[in-house]
């Protein structure tokens, strides 16, 4: 497998092909049609003589050895890269590109409606988002397949980047008309209802619970659910209060008959982190986007 027997770049096809899981999307993004890359990718497979992707359903699933591959080869493709791109500018007004952001449902609805407002006048860029589990985040992240993630404080490795994009206080919500939103929440009457807790887990306290605790008091969970969307609707219809981030009660309440209250206590708030990779934050098409992210938070 001699390296002046390659071409170096059906490197740049399989790592497209490997970031987007796909040959149709990855002709897209590499501006080739799709004969062009599965010509490519049948002189990798030569090389190599592997099969290195298969397919499963509708992706391209790679090999252990294109996983191996993969591994050896992103830091020197990644540094070839960066020196190309020291020499050329990114223009969002006229430049197309795909950008992939990994974000959970809440977010979406936070994030998204201010983020494609802002990139309005930049009809070229299209954005993917998707929700990504949040043991695979860093890896996604380091093999490319996204290029953002946005999530609350998680414990990561050192060559993952984040910083903080907002902080996000808790409130309480009750429908309108509930004996509790005619006045001040305090304790007492925050204990004396019952709650919705919005969890992907099945059991265990939320984070606004650990508090509570640490002051000696308990409140009563009526309903577990794992949408705060759903949640907000049974708070509409019953006497059931809810506590959550108020950026996305914010938005719900604009179409909804809720009322939001401040918390009987101080609650801890909900630290947003924006993530990335380290290999990929000199890429000025990246960095561009970054700063759009910081923009809106």
């Not at 992103?74 to 974000?103: M, W």
């Not at 954005?127 to 043991?135: E, F, K």
């Not at 004996?179 to 059991?203: C, F, I, N, Q, W």
Request: aromatic letters at 8%; charged letters at 25%; a neutral charge.
């Amino acid at each position: 497998m001699a390296l002046n027997r390659l071409d170096l770049n059906l490197l740049h096809v399989f790592d497209t092909i490997y970031r987007e899981g796909s040959l149709t999307r990855a002709a897209r993004a590499l501006h080739l049609t799709q004969p062009a890359v599965s010509h490519s990718l049948s002189r990798l497979r030569d090389h190599f003589d592997d099969p290195l992707f298969t397919r499963q359903g509708n992706q391209m699933v790679p090999t252990p050895l294109a996983r191996r591959f993969l591994e050896s080869m992103r830091p020197g493709l990644t540094q070839i890269q960066g020196a190309v791109n020291q020499f050329h500018a990114f223009d969002p007004a006229t430049q197309r590109k795909t950008y992939s952001l990994g974000l959970r449902d809440i977010l979406e609805s936070t994030f998204l409606p201010h983020l494609m407002a802002r990139l309005d006048a930049y009809p070229e860029l299209e954005i993917v988002s998707q929700r990504v589990a949040r043991r695979d985040m860093a890896t996604q992240l380091a093999a490319g397949k996204l290029d953002f993630a946005v999530d609350v404080l998680l414990p990561v490795s050192n060559q993952t980047a984040h910083e903080l994009l907002r902080r996000d206080r808790l409130v309480v919500l009750a429908r309108e008309g509930h004996p509790l939103a005619a006045k001040t929440l305090d304790m007492a009457g925050y204990l004396s209802a019952k709650h919705v807790l919005v969890s992907s887990r099945t059991e265990g306290p939320g984070i606004e619970d650990f508090e509570l605790s640490r002051l000696g008091v308990q409140r009563s969970i009526r309903l577990r659910c794992q949408h705060y969307y759903a949640a907000c609707r049974v708070v509409e219809d019953t006497d059931l209060l809810l506590t959550m981030p108020e950026a996305y009660a914010r938005i719900i309440a604009e179409r909804a008959d809720i009322r939001i209250m401040a918390p009987p206590a101080e609650l801890p708030s909900i630290d947003v982190h924006l993530y990335w990779h380290k290999a990929y934050e000199k890429e000025p098409a990246l960095i561009w986007f970054r700063e759009q992210l910081k923009a809106i938070s």
